[in-house]
């Protein structure tokens, strides 16, 4: 009994390993020619891969990832899947099927047009955002939301802001797609669009002049790092914007559900806009401090703090027992958006309304330091600011409410009666 549980425990590493070879070629189905950049990837999850320029595929499957089919997706074709055990051995050629199925171009009215960038036109100096492959065949995608307004606008470019990049130069595939508020829906050009650049830190134009594509309304603008044949590492740092304007998103494979992130992408279109359009507002840099209402000076901590108080979309004053009441740290990088996803959720009756309390500094400068001072409750040595979390919670807990109080009069002394269900959050 001893020596077969012995065979057993020298077999089970090797069965571990066990892996499946998938390789082969892409080609259109209906000209035979070799297709690049199509995405690869066993269903529902594990390996990914890309073709190359000669069409050609190859990557290795763990049996343990107990996938059951192998996809095949490019813009302008028709995504299909084919079993894992068709992959039992050998090289296949895959015919991918042209999808032709491309918006009717819109009717541009009016003659007198000017070039104009919609979108995020602005990054922060302190934010940026690595965008750095694992492996040299992965993808990186990032997405973000622009409204290019009510009227259809020919796109001339898309504009991404590089922060920073070791690269000399760097493939991109651009896509636009719809968006339903929420997430990037299907695309809206069924093209593949691949520009290749030299790279330097500051705004990147990619043009799609000779394109002719023509855009309304809510989008979704999605920008890729493909790999190279050398197979070096690739990464960039990315401009980013801290609140203001539509969310971005993020995604490491094409079979893979949108992430979406708490900043917005330096990324905007360059379009073409009739002549006399009202100009976009200035961009605020932290768009938080737009809600503060007060500005306590801390007893404890011997600092001030920005408040800002976010109420339920319906506020009634006589609600029976009050709200729930939200204390939320980090609010000038977050309070727009948890105070617009709270709502979100009470329309939708997955959470009761709720009032926020937003905590913040000054600027964004001061909370990129000072949380280190205010979050952390022991002295290190590496962290020389750390050790003020008694002060800053005897900040929270003795003087903020009776600070409001002195200072908002009536609401907000209807306000402390409705603290009967409170909730700390501190956002990571």
């Not at 049996?63 to 302008?76: I, K």
């Not at 968006?179 to 050009?189: H, I, K, M």
């Not at 979704?220 to 960039?236: F, G, I, M, N, S």
Request: one cysteine or more.
């Amino acid at each position: 009994m001893r020596a077969c549980t012995t065979v057993l425990l020298a077999l089970l590493p090797f069965a571990l390993l066990a892996q499946r070879r998938v390789e082969g070629r892409v080609v259109d189905a209906t000209t035979g020619e070799p297709l690049e950049y199509v995405s690869i990837g066993s269903m529902p999850s594990g390996a990914f891969t890309l073709s190359h320029t000669d069409g050609s595929f190859a990557f290795t499957m763990p049996d343990s990832l107990l996938v059951d089919s192998v996809q095949f997706a490019l813009l302008g074709f028709i995504r299909i899947a084919f079993p894992v055990q068709l992959w039992s051995g050998g090289s296949f050629e895959v015919r991918l099927l042209s999808s032709a199925r491309e918006l009717e171009p819109a009717q541009v009215v009016g003659d007198l047009r000017e070039e104009r960038d919609l979108g995020n036109r602005s990054h922060h100096l302190l934010f940026n955002y690595l965008l750095k492959a694992e492996r040299p065949d992965q993808l990186i995608e990032i997405a973000q939301a622009i409204d290019l307004g009510p009227f259809p606008v020919p796109v001339r470019a898309v504009n991404l802001f590089i922060s920073d990049t070791a690269m000399d130069s760097a493939t991109f595939r651009i896509g636009f797609r719809g968006f339903d508020g929420e997430r990037p829906t299907g695309p809206l050009v069924e093209r593949v669009l691949v520009r290749r650049l030299a790279l330097a830190p500051g705004w990147l134009r990619l043009g799609l002049e000779d394109e002719h594509i023509v855009l309304q309304g809510p989008i979704v603008v999605t920008v890729e790092v493909l790999p190279t044949v050398d197979a070096k590492p690739r990464y960039l740092s990315v401009g980013i914007r801290l609140g203001g304007g539509g969310p971005g998103f993020d995604r490491r494979s094409t079979f893979d559900e949108w992430i979406r992130m708490p900043h917005r992408y330096s990324i905007n279109v360059t379009a073409l806009v009739p002549k006399g359009r009202a100009d976009d507002a200035p961009e605020d840099p932290d768009p938080y401090l737009r809600s503060v209402d007060v500005r306590p000076w801390s007893l404890a901590v011997q600092d001030s703090f920005a408040i800002a108080f976010g109420l339920p979309e319906r506020y009634d004053p006589a609600h029976p027992g009050g709200y729930p009441t939200v204390y939320l740290m980090d609010a000038n990088l977050y309070f727009n958006d948890v105070l617009e996803t709270f709502r979100k959720e009470a329309r939708k009756g997955a959470m009761p309304p709720v009032i926020l309390v937003g905590v913040g500094y000054r600027d964004i400068a001061a909370m990129d330091s000072l949380r280190q001072r205010d979050y952390l409750f022991p002295s290190s040595d590496s962290v020389p600011s750390s050790g003020g979390g008694e002060r800053f919670l005897a900040f929270l807990r003795e003087q903020l409410v009776p600070y409001a109080m002195r200072h908002r009069g009536p609401f907000i002394r209807w306000l402390l009666r409705a603290l009967r269900s409170t909730t700390w959050l501190a956002a990571r």
